[in-house]
């Protein structure tokens, strides 16, 4: 009933930019708070961004002042955009929608930060 598409994920160098994209389907996107996770190897899987459906937004104190999450309800779409980038972000990250019978969550879009 609810898919999420990521995309936007690739290999940059430390210092760069990429902007993610999260399309979601069904209609209940625009009253549902939504949400960036990431996984790197070995490691759990960690909230990095969430945004309400009024705007309101929280981050990681590991992303702040580089991170920005905003929502596009015209488009039913999310987006991360990622700057001043380390190799520490290193990870697959996954767009997550906190509907009201349960959470969705996208296949997850690559991100390495390498030189």
């Known amino acids: 009933q609810v898919q999420l598409v990521e995309s936007g994920g690739g290999l940059v160098q430390p210092g760069g930019s990429l902007r993610l994209s999260c399309a979601a389907s069904g209609s209940i996107f625009s009253i549902s708070p939504m949400g960036w996770y990431r996984q790197a190897p070995g490691k759990q899987r960690e909230l990095v961004a969430t945004?309400?459906?009024?705007?309101?937004?929280n981050y990681a104190d590991s992303v702040k002042g580089r991170f920005t999450i905003s929502r596009d309800s015209a488009k039913n779409t999310v987006y991360l955009q990622m700057n001043s980038l380390k190799p520490d972000d290193t990870a697959v990250y996954y767009c997550?929608?906190?509907?009201?019978?349960?959470?969705?969550w996208g296949q997850g879009t690559q991100v390495t930060v390498s030189s």
């Open positions: 997550n929608l906190n509907g009201v019978l349960g959470r969705y």
């Open positions: 945004i309400s459906p009024g705007g309101i937004t």
